[in-house]
């Protein structure tokens, strides 16, 4: 089985198994894991794509280490203001959210993908109220769907870093997520 990783930074793969494989770093954010991601499946074809990062959670059932997988993602800024209200286009054909098969029997969760990440108490509780997430990245999303444009299976596996509240990196464990993070991808790889 020919599998790519895809993750946003470098410091997020500390595995060598997981480096034994072929492994695309985007850079961070929407744009950038777009242009990477396209560009690469553009010259080259893969039975699989495993996206692995580090993730804020919105909820207390989530705690710092946690691994989850993405079961939906959400692009949670496409649509429009209108005053204090925030509509999505029902206008339009514009898909703004992405189911993923499940792959593992890891906790399934859903996600949004955002270009500014979540720090003020009003937005978070409004992002809440609307959405429902249970965790936020600022990748997923875009490559649900680019995998699901190329008909390439994913699955999107995520170590909680942080809970999302007005920024405090006090409360953060990166490390320990990162740690957590490889250890279950590479249980995932053996399992192949």
């Known amino acids: 089985m020919k599998v790519l990783i895809v993750s946003a930074t470098k410091s997020e793969i500390t595995s ?3 480096m034994s494989f072929p492994v695309l ?3 961070v954010g929407m744009v ?8 690469k499946l553009s010259n080259s074809t893969f039975d699989l794509i495993i996206n692995m990062g580090i993730a804020g ?5 989530l705690k710092v280490g946690d691994i989850v997988e993405v079961a939906e993602d959400i692009f949670s800024e496409i649509g429009f203001e209108d005053g204090s209200d925030f509509s999505q286009f029902q206008d339009f054909e514009i898909p703004t ?13 859903v996600g949004i993908t955002v270009n500014t990440v ?12 609307r959405l429902k997430p249970d965790i936020e990245s600022m990748e997923g999303a875009v490559i649900f769907k680019i995998c699901k444009e190329f008909d390439i299976p994913c699955m999107q596996i995520r170590s909680i870093s ?10 953060w464990d990166v490390n320990l997520a990162i740690k957590n993070l490889n250890i279950e ?5 053996n399992k192949l």
């Open 32 to 39: 950038n894991t777009a242009i990477g991601l396209t560009r």
């Open 57 to 61: 959670s919105f909820t207390d059932s």
């Open 118 to 129: 979540h720090g003020n108490e009003g937005s978070i509780e409004k992002i809440i109220d």
């Open 185 to 189: 991808v590479e249980k995932i790889l």
């Open 25 to 27: 770093i985007t850079g």
């Open 16 to 18: 060598d198994k997981v």
């Open 162 to 171: 942080n809970k999302v509240e007005r920024r405090n990196k006090e409360n």
């Open 97 to 109: 959210s992405y189911k993923n098969e499940s792959k593992t029997s890891l906790k399934k969760v």
